[in-house]
């Protein structure tokens, strides 16, 4: 049962904004699609006493004579691991289980940090990497110049094919070709289209290149088949846990049994401290509940809601980047500024005010700054979450087309938001918390 009666009597200040963010979260339709709502297992566990523990190292180890994998053997660096190191090992099985992988680093603090240790396992500052543009989609630390990616290494970009607006893996092909890429890297966060990993690994060796799969936005999809599985292709895959996956925030990496020791010692000591074993705690029980039978109904529910979505607002007169979605999410092209109407910035502003929440995003071949950018990025995880079927979708799609039509009317956009608070309304959440 959910309660915060100690933080009220401890610290109100806190208390009072996390109940703020309560009912933010209970009236907003919440269509950001790299967000969930957690169960309230993994809440436990995220809050539980495995916070006040120390456990640098790993719950296992290697003998150096012979190779072989040790458990609970000198795997770390503080006394009194043995119950961390159970949760840390259940966490790294039932990862493995849920994507068919030889090794799993259930430490990363977030997908960037995932990302971070997958590149230094595989290559040197300096090398090259062939990713996803961000403004076709790509992640910032897939080599914007902000990040560390595009600081230390080599950064070639691909983009998609301004027709399809999805990849033209010849295209992509002939960019690896002319560049020698010691790294190629796919995945995305904001991408709407399945992805082929299969090309991706055929191009990678016909150049020599190692090939990293972030699937952080589709790691549910994957996990219960209903996206391709880069497993089997990918020399390493990273993942954030807290998207599709529906678990608490954080990172994992899963490779091949080749990489795994490189890889952990890339993790802790290399980039890390000590893990945060509540967090791993959350993350088993994700991955136990993404291993149960009716995640694969929620999985199908997604995409059943995204095609849903799309089509409604296809119905409505909208641009989808690529003209429509394979997976939980989908990009409005709003259109450049010649074509008036408003940007992303704007139009994420006026969803705000009308209670949805999505967010800006460049759409291909923006001629906008990404910070005003021309796109919107919506997704169906947490409405999925929250018990929305197609039905619902449809009405969420005339919501958003209102909100497009008044976009500058504040008094239309309050309006809106009644009806998007009733909608909310009809399916709870945190009801003890509300009480
Ligand atoms: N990779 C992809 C594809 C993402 O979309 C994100 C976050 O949105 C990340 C990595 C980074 O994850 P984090 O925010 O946990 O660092």
């Keep these: 049962m959910l309660n915060y009666d100690e933080i009220k009597k401890v610290d109100p200040e806190i208390y009072e904004a996390i109940m703020n963010e309560v009912e933010r979260q209970y009236h907003n339709l919440e269509l950001i699609a790299s967000e969930n709502i957690v169960s309230e297992a993994v809440m436990e566990a995220a809050g539980s006493v495995l916070t006040n523990k120390y456990a640098e190292g790993y719950p296992y180890r290697y003998s150096r004579k012979s190779g072989e994998l040790l458990y609970r053997l000198y795997g770390r660096y503080y006394g009194g691991c043995e119950f961390v190191d159970d949760v840390e090992r259940l966490a790294i099985e039932r990862a493995k289980e849920l994507f068919g992988a030889q090794h799993a680093n259930v430490q990363p603090h977030s997908g960037s940090q995932a990302n971070m240790a997958a590149y230094f396992t595989l290559i040197k500052p300096g090398d090259t990497i062939l990713s996803l543009e961000l403004t076709h989609g790509g992640h910032l630390t897939h080599g914007h110049p902000l990040s560390f990616s595009g600081k230390l290494f080599n950064i070639v970009p691909y983009g998609v094919n301004k027709d399809t607006e999805q990849f033209d893996y010849e295209m ?11 790294m190629i890297l796919t995945g995305a966060s904001a991408y709407p289209r399945s992805i082929d990993f299969k090309k991706f690994r055929e191009i990678a060796d016909e150049v020599g290149a190692t090939l990293v799969v972030d699937m ?23 993942t954030t846990t807290h998207k599709t996956l529906r678990g608490p925030r954080g990172g994992m990496i899963l490779c091949k049994e080749k990489y795994a020791q490189e890889l952990d010692k890339w993790v802790f000591p290399g980039i890390q401290g000590g893990p945060l074993e509540h967090i791993i705690a959350a993350k088993a029980v994700a991955f136990k509940e993404a291993l149960a039978d009716d995640f694969v109904v929620y999985q199908k529910q997604i995409l059943a809601n995204a095609q849903a979505l799309a089509k409604g607002l296809i119905k409505r007169g909208f641009n989808l980047v690529s003209d429509g979605t394979d997976t939980h999410l989908m990009l409005l092209n709003l259109g450049s500024e010649e074509e008036g109407g408003p940007s992303g910035k704007k139009m994420e502003g006026s969803l705000d005010i009308a209670g949805i929440t ?15 950018a021309s796109g919107i990025r919506l997704g169906t995880p947490a409405v999925t979450t929250r018990g929305m079927k197609e039905a619902e979708m449809d009405i969420v799609a005339d919501f958003i087309r209102k909100v497009y039509d008044n976009y500058d009317d504040e008094e239309q956009l309050i309006k809106i938001k009644e009806d998007v608070q009733a ?10 918390l509300r009480k």
């Excluded at 952080?216 to 497993?231: D, K, Q, V, W, Y």
């Design 423 to 432: 909608l909310c309304a009809q399916f709870t959440i945190f009801e003890e």
């Design 216 to 238: 952080a936005h589709i790691a549910g999809l994957i996990a219960t088949g209903l996206h391709p599985n880069p497993i089997p292709y990918a020399d390493i895959v990273t």
């Design 358 to 372: 999505a967010n800006k995003n460049t759409v291909p071949f923006d001629t906008r700054p990404p910070f005003v």
């Design 172 to 182: 992509i092909r002939e960019k690896a070709l002319e560049c020698k890429p010691d």
